[in-house]
């Protein structure tokens, strides 16, 4: 059973503040890591994706990666309030996915 | 934009009725798939297919089954709804993962 791994929060941060999502997998063989936003009652969406190790920006979204680690991580620098929702980490191996089972964000205005 | 299109929104069905949830992909993705989410367990995988008439079980296929007749198109079939089939569930498709797979606006299903 591969398994992905997140902190499960919930994690509170006041707004402007940079909030941290962690992610730790188990299958040495995977080959892309993805970041999804869900919003209450809404479906996942794909909002980051990194394949490399290293730092991956995009506005002010930015994805970690380290192999040897096993890890991930999402960085999100100047929290809006519009940016509460669960975070899923999503591991691809072959043509599969292995999500997390998320990590609840507030933004404290 | 990529559409997945799933066709009912919210479903309320009987014990022992039979389901039917359809999901309608508008790119040409030669993969579907079909989740549940459940809080605190996640996405759990039912079901996916990589090609017409071609499924494969997922982590949790039991009472379900699934139908892809054309490449757009992919069931999933509830043979005989229990109140423990009560869920969000969600379909998703992709060429390949290292792409990543949309979702569609997820069907949540009470049985009662």
């Known amino acids: 059973q591969k398994e992905v791994e997140q902190n499960s929060g919930p994690l509170s941060v006041p707004e402007g503040a940079i909030a941290s999502l962690n992610c730790t997998y188990s299958?040495?063989?995977?080959?892309?890591f993805f970041w999804y936003r869900q919003y209450s009652g809404k479906s996942p969406e794909l909002i980051m994706f990194i394949y490399s190790n290293g730092d991956k920006e995009d506005g002010r979204f930015t994805a970690q990666l380290n192999k040897a680690s096993q890890y991930v991580s999402l960085l999100i620098r100047d929290s809006q309030p519009s940016d509460s929702a669960t975070y899923l980490c999503a591991v691809g191996t072959g043509n599969q996915f292995y999500f997390g089972t998320g990590t609840s964000l507030t933004v404290i205005p | 934009d990529v559409k997945v299109t799933q066709s009912s929104r919210y479903l309320v069905k009987r014990t022992g009725e039979k389901v039917f949830l359809e999901c309608v992909q508008d790119?040409?993705?030669?993969?579907m798939f079909w989740y549940r989410q459940d809080p605190g367990l996640g996405l759990r995988l039912i079901y996916f297919?990589?090609?017409?008439?071609?499924?494969e079980k997922g982590d949790i296929p039991e009472g379900y089954s699934v139908s892809r007749e054309k490449k757009e198109r992919f069931s999933l079939i509830l043979e005989s709804a229990s109140t423990n089939q009560t869920s969000m569930y969600l379909c998703?498709?992709?060429?390949?993962?290292?792409?990543?797979?949309?979702f569609g606006s997820g069907t949540r299903l009470t049985v009662v």
């Open positions: 299958d040495r063989g995977s080959q892309s």
């Open positions: 297919s990589y090609d017409v008439k071609m499924k």
């Open positions: 998703a498709s992709g060429d390949r993962a290292s792409y990543g797979y949309t």
């Open positions: 790119m040409d993705h030669e993969n």
